[in-house]
């Protein structure tokens, strides 16, 4: 039935019967792409809603007008279920940035093509939203308390629900209520994507193109923004994330004046808010649709929300405590864990040699403490290790090994920021010195406590040569 209407739109459209029909990979939607090959080469689209596939048709056109990358509509069919439409080819944003993803370390040409394309966001929203009849957006025509407070309920009923969590559902309207007038107090009348993000980019030229707008509507630019640098699977590092909301605002800033620092601020919520909706979607589409796409996207969202939640929202009291305790449930907090970086710190003494690696991983940092002054020199130290407070105000009297850790706290901060962001799993650090008792003891005990109060991270430190061991467990 598709196959066969597609086909008779082709020869009304192009004038001769189709050669080749394939059908080409859909994500989250019900709708269904077709590339059809004969003497053109275009992309047939099969909607399930009239008036979705209304919306698409006229925004295309409308953003043609202006000159913006959006592909053409070149036919429709009578019931309006199916139209053809130019093809931009098979590069999605989201794949060409894949090994950034994966790692969380983008490269020049990744980067470009993600500042290409957040600069290019304004000109749609700005641009595309002059003349636009914002009547003819489906379902909703523009950004408002009843949108917001659908997204707040498809959350609560299609995800918060399905955890089992018990909450008071007074108490969370109210919260859900004060968001959505924070949401709505900066109006303006630009196009909001509502799915912006890198699987709705297409890259054609080494350029930016943008589709699956179907859901736009008039409302405020934040969200395209939170949408499209917090999208679950994207894991943008907090130093690009950063670059690139500084490159869109300077881009907005072409259209309208931008206050940097209320901007950041508005965009939290928007962020927030946008990370809810998504786990609504998700718990719509994995739990009740049976899509494993989705479910497998859950616990990257929860990753994101409980980043957020680092800062407080005290605007939202009951709905941060709500969303700490979902961030803390068993299902998601063991599926982080098992990403969760381990660091292993040991302490040691060179005459017995540097301790092996358990994770295979051929072993980490080893720091010389033998140039420190040194307490086993003096015999009232020898029953003494570098726990005690006796050596402990021996070694910080001269401030040297002070100086010291200060310097490895900038090494490995730096090192435990970028295993984070590209989602390794184990980094051992090993302090020596001549007996394992004193300088080596307290280096690793130090920064042991220091990495566990700057970030969420499992901690294992074993001073080897006195037998002991403490874990340091993360903060989920």
Not at 6 to 23: A, F, M
Not at 286 to 291: C, D, I, N
Request: glycine share 6%.
């Amino acid at each position: 039935m598709v196959i066969d209407e597609l086909k008779k739109l082709y020869l009304i459209s192009i004038g001769e019967s189709v050669q080749e029909i394939t059908e080409l990979p859909s994500s989250g939607s019900n709708r269904r792409y077709f590339r059809l090959r004969g003497n053109k080469t275009v992309v047939g689209v099969c909607g399930t809603s009239k008036e979705e596939n209304d919306a698409f048709i006229y925004m295309s056109s409308h953003f043609r007008t202006k000159g913006l990358p959006v592909p053409e509509v070149y036919s429709v069919s009578d019931n309006g279920l199916f139209y053809l439409q130019e093809d931009l080819g098979d590069i999605l944003l989201f794949d060409a940035i894949v090994k950034g993803r994966q790692s969380s370390v983008f490269d020049e040409e990744e980067r470009l093509l993600l500042s290409k394309t957040i600069r290019l966001l304004p000109r749609l929203q700005v641009k595309g939203a002059e003349e636009m009849d914002f009547s003819r957006c489906y379902p909703q025509p523009e950004f408002n308390e009843r949108s917001v407070l659908w997204d707040l309920n498809y959350f609560k009923y299609c995800f918060l629900k399905s955890t089992g969590i018990d909450f008071q559902e007074n108490l969370l309207e109210d919260d859900f209520r004060k968001m959505t007038e924070i949401l709505l107090e900066p109006f303006s009348p630009t196009f909001l994507y509502r799915d912006f993000q890198s699987r709705n980019v297409m890259i054609k030229d080494g350029e930016p193109w943008f589709i699956d707008f179907q859901g736009g509507r008039k409302g405020p630019v934040f969200y395209d923004i939170a949408s499209f640098l917090w999208q679950a699977k994207a894991r943008f590092p907090e130093d690009l994330r950063d670059e690139l909301i500084d490159e869109y605002i300077e881009a907005l800033s072409e259209y309208m004046p931008v206050d940097r620092q209320a901007f950041r601020v508005q965009l939290r919520h928007f962020v927030l808010f946008r990370t809810l909706q998504v786990l609504g979607a998700y718990g719509f589409r994995g739990y009740f649709e049976k899509k494993p796409h989705f479910i497998q996207s859950i616990p990257h969202a929860i990753g994101n929300l409980r980043n957020l939640l680092r800062k407080e929202f005290n605007e939202y009291p009951y709905l941060s405590s709500l969303l700490k305790e979902l961030c803390a449930l068993k299902q998601f907090s063991d599926d982080i864990r098992k990403q969760l970086l381990e660091i292993r710190i040991i302490s040691f003494a060179y005459k017995k040699g540097i301790p092996d690696d358990p994770s295979g991983n051929g072993g980490g940092f080893v720091f010389d403490c033998r140039a420190i002054n040194n307490p086993g020199k003096y015999e009232r130290y020898n029953h003494f290790n570098g726990l005690d407070e006796t050596v402990i105000d021996f070694l910080e009297k001269d401030g040297e090994i002070s100086q010291f850790l200060g310097n490895v706290y900038t090494i490995i901060d730096a090192t435990v920021k970028r295993y984070l962001d590209r989602g390794f799993t184990n980094l051992m650090v090993c302090f020596g010195c001549t007996g394992g008792r004193h300088r080596s003891v307290y280096s690793a005990q130090h920064l042991a406590e220091h990495l566990d109060n700057k970030f969420n991270v499992k901690i294992h430190l074993t001073h080897r040569e006195q037998n002991i061991d403490q874990f340091f467990e993360s903060k989920i």
